[in-house]
């Protein structure tokens, strides 16, 4: 809303714009903006407008219900919640996951990132790029109109990617087949003989979409609006400790500086590492590297403890990929781009990456012997204990952190979600983009769908 | 996000219906354009879909506009319906929720609340319909796509829906050789008892195993509308009861409390367990509670 407030000193033009809600992200936020008298952006905030506060009712439940109950508190990363839960629980209780179990959780995982990223490129952030710039058509029913074709092909097999998680998790939104000690059936060979079948599709669409892009959006992206949201920054991610290559659900975290040193410790170490600050103005905490021993600032020019998840860091923190398609990419980006590279706008290029990545994965995890073993959990027994439980989502390093009592029901836990590592970096990006776009009070939709794009890097 | 899992990923529903305004797919603003207004701008349409419980004052304003630009407004979800899991916290009060956090922004006008500011928080989760007049609930944790879809053509076609109030146990293939043998309720740390690649139907009903499932107490239909098998139940897991109840007002935990003391099983370690009132407690009856938990014996 623009509205000229009572101490206006020459108002030519208003003092304060609302962007509500942000569109085209998964979770809901707005973006509030002051200006100072020579009309430019003085005071730009993001707000996350959803505030859950969930760790508090999980005290004094049994713990292995935890992860259903967290599966259900969003529709964004339900999968991931739901295995960092079990992963939690497990480490509280003890518990070892059976080969095969293992083998379908991380299935499940590359599944839900593929129909993620998936929706996130062509449906969210892609309009931007694809389509015209008037805003009635600069979204998914625009790329249908413009081009019915590509619109067909990235909404089916978008689809067809999530029945194959409905199918192997119970379903693709709230799944329920993870569970304490691993997974809640086998898999038959009939079903991994579809699920084969439908990787193999998945990955023939994924090396198209990185061909796609780079045809038709990196070229933009990565020249005139490379500098868009830009900030300094370093970076947060799992890998896997035997080669340091990207790791989505088992590994060490590793912390990049901006000068790309790096320390590596394990999820349950993260709070020697990660702290939380606290802004009036926010429902949501804002984390920050406490282990640098410098505090923490979002000032753009001396930013402090400022650190950054999702898939960018990924890439940033990550030695290689173990995929072969998945890792060519990112020789070529790290050749481009450096170490760590900086660029919000990256964070697009990067996710696509990731995709080919995931259904790479698809295709090796089916075909291991091993998934359709009958063996696919461990009991899990109910005792005192603590677990940390690290995935990375589609949003960024997730971490369940709970205690137990002798009984195991549960008598603390801390969650830390994939956007709250990125809630001070977004602020610094839509700060930069507002201060770089806004001129002598001159908005336009146009500016403010720019500031927009800057958040939508982040896919939060 | 259910709605893009519709068969062929919603494209047909394209060929049926414009969308005038979705947040996640779309850039209609609140505000207006270019952000010069007070008043929420919604357009009208014949459909609103609302999802989510109203926990704040900017969801609520959002709601009742709806209402009033929408000729038919449908609760889409356990949380517009019932509250779902994030009504759970209003147990709690705001310091022990939120901590250092402040609700709202330090900063206000002197005249109005700036408009910079977060939302602030209504008393408790409040359902749709405890706020709005609502014309269609379709519960589920999300709806089943079918359903969404089914809900959609009713109201272009101007037919009732008539989805029988049935149990989830209705539609549980399962099967039932009696509950005699089981005296209290088992945690779910290992998986139930089953045929590895045999189907449901050979599989003995998870209640009767000694798994706390809801099925009982919560409405059938969560696979859709092809006569699917109960989610849950299907990957061998216990019914959560995210359907909500089978009747309007139902109530899940006394519900099951009821079914389960009917057949001679212990419901006193029920007292502390939080599944039977996960999903529907934003009614008043259920707003506030605290949970008394006792250790179970195994």
Partial sequence: MLRQTEAARSPVFAKEIIIEPVTRIEGRAKIGITLDDTGSAARVRFHMTSMRGFEKFLVGRPAEEAPGILACISGVCPLQRHLAANQAVEGCFGTKVPPAGRLLRELSQVLAHIGSKTLHFFFLAGPDYLVDSNRYARNIFGIVGQDPELAKRVMQTRYRAQMMLEKLAGRCIQPDAIVPGGFSRPMSCLERDELYAGALEQLEFAGFAVEFAKERVFPRLETELMRLGDIESGFLAMVNTEDGSLSLSDGALRLMRPDGSFHEFWGREYSDFLGEHVEPWSYSKFHYAQGWGEGFSMDLDNPLGIYRTNSLARINVADCISTPLAQAEFVEFRSRFGRPAQSTMLYHRARLIELLHCCEKAVELLEDPRITADHVRNEAVPREGRGVGCVESPRGTLIHDYSTDKDGFITRANLIVGTSHNLAPINMSVTRAARDLIRNGEVTEQVLNRIEMAVRAYNP | ?298
């Avoid at chain 2, 609502?134 to 969404?148: E, M, Q, S």
């Avoid at chain 2, 092809?226 to 007002?249: D, Q």
């Avoid at chain 2, 139902?250 to 029920?270: C, F, H, V």
């Fill in chain 2, 1 to 298: 996000m259910a709605l893009l899992n519709t068969e062929g990923g919603s494209l047909g529903l394209l060929d049926k219906f414009e969308i005038l305004h979705m947040p996640m797919l779309m850039d209609h603003k609140y505000f207006g354009l270019p952000y010069n207004s007070c008043e929420i701008d919604i357009p009208k349409a014949e459909v609103g879909l609302i999802s989510g419980g109203i926990t704040d004052e900017m969801r609520l304003r959002i709601a009742e506009k709806m209402r009033r630009q929408c000729s038919v407004i449908v609760a889409l979800g356990t949380c517009a319906a019932y509250g779902g899991i994030p009504a759970s916290i209003d147990s709690f009060e705001d310091e022990e929720l939120f901590g250092g956090s402040r609700r709202g922004a330090e900063e206000t006008d002197s005249e109005t609340n700036s408009v910079l500011d977060v939302p602030k928080f209504l008393g408790r989760t409040f359902a749709l319909d405890e706020k709005i007049d609502v014309d269609i609930t379709l519960p589920g944790c999300p709806p089943h796509p079918d359903r969404i879809a089914a809900v959609l053509e009713s109201v272009i076609n101007r037919k009732s829906l008539d989805w029988p109030l049935k149990a989830v146990c209705d539609s549980c293939p399962a099967k039932r050789e009696g509950k005699g043998g089981v005296h209290k309720i088992r945690r779910f740390v290992k998986n139930a008892r089953y045929q590895v690649n045999k189907p449901l139907s050979e599989m003995r009903c998870l209640l009767e195993q000694g798994f706390l499932c809801m099925g009982p107490v919560t409405l059938a239909g969560c696979a859709g509308t092809g006569g699917g098998l109960p989610r849950c139940i299907e990957a061998r897991v216990p019914c959560r009861g995210c359907h909500g109840p089978v009747r309007k007002g139902g109530n899940q935990l006394l519900d099951i409390l009821n079914a389960l003391a009917s057949n001679g099983i212990d419901t006193k370690d029920l007292a502390g367990r939080f599944l039977p009132h996960l999903f529907c407690g934003a009614r008043a009856g259920l707003a506030g509670r605290r949970s008394v938990r006792t250790a179970p014996e195994f």
